[in-house]
T-cell receptor, first 112, second 112 residues
Framework: QKEVEQDPGPLSVPEGAIVSLNCTYS??????FMWYRQYSRKGPELLMY????GNKEDGRFTAQVDKSSKYISLFIRDSQPSDSATYLC????????????FGSGTRLSIRP | DAGVTQSPTHLIKTRGQHVTLRCSPI?????VSWYQQVLGQGPQFIFQ???????GRGNFPDRFSARQFPNYSSELNVNALLLGDSALYLC???????????FGQGTRLTVV
């Protein structure tokens, strides 16, 4: 069983829709939770970072962490075609920069 | 400001050969990590260096080695290349061990 499970998609939604991306994990030692966006043939770009449980909002993006259920989510409001990318959930037990464990990524496509 | 820079961007090698990949972190960042991303998968942690010392190692064979120089740049070396080593190799830098990691664009290695 993988430490981090993520639905690979692809997920296709119309422009303006709310997008929900999710990951589950098995290691209860994870304390740091991140979401990265990766465009084709590019490196991952850090979108959101959360320590422990709770919600964090940044513009159109909201990250949620439920440690009791070992479940994290990323919501994208008012989705735009430029949001089309692969979204990687990521987590770490030690820090936001140390031995990050990634999900396999969800491919998202926003239809104009 | 320059982000994380990696060289070369693309590389083709033959099975059994050796390869050296290079990474320059963001100015002022002291930690460098290396990840391997196989097509369709999330990045997998290989090494982390901080202040020129190895601070973490992932589940990779001894054919993989790395080092960090006094200017905080880093090299990843892979010996006796296998077809399965074909991947995008990503370098990430962070200011300290416990601050956010920023990724470079990666080096795409193809082993034939």
């Amino acid at each position: 069983q993988k430490e981090v499970e993520q639905d690979p998609g692809p997920l296709s939604v119309p422009e303006g829709a709310i997008v929900s991306l999710n990951c589950t994990y098995s290691n209860s030692a994870f304390q740091y939770f991140m979401w990265y966006r990766q465009y084709s043939r590019k490196g991952p770009e850090l979108l959101m970072y959360t320590y422990s449980s709770g919600n964090k909002e940044d513009g159109r993006f909201t990250a949620q962490v439920d440690k009791s259920s070992k479940y994290i989510s990323l919501f994208i409001r008012d989705s735009q075609p430029s949001d089309s990318a692969t979204y990687l959930c990521a987590m770490s037990a030690r820090s936001s920069a140390s031995k990050i464990i990634f999900g396999s990524g969800t491919r998202l496509s926003i239809r104009p | 400001d320059a982000g994380v820079t990696q060289s070369p961007t693309h590389l083709i090698k033959t099975r059994g050969q050796h390869v050296t990949l290079r990474c320059s972190p963001i100015s002022g960042h002291k930690s460098v990590s290396w990840y391997q991303q196989v097509l369709g998968q999330g990045p997998q942690f290989i090494f982390q260096y901080y202040e020129k010392e190895e601070r973490g190692r992932g589940n990779f064979p001894d054919r993989f080695s790395a080092r960090q120089f006094p200017n905080y740049s880093s090299e990843l070396n892979v010996n006796a290349l296998l077809l399965g080593d074909s991947a995008l190799y990503l370098c990430a830098s962070s200011a300290l061990l416990d601050t956010e990691a920023f990724f470079g664009q990666g080096t795409r290695l193809t082993v034939v």
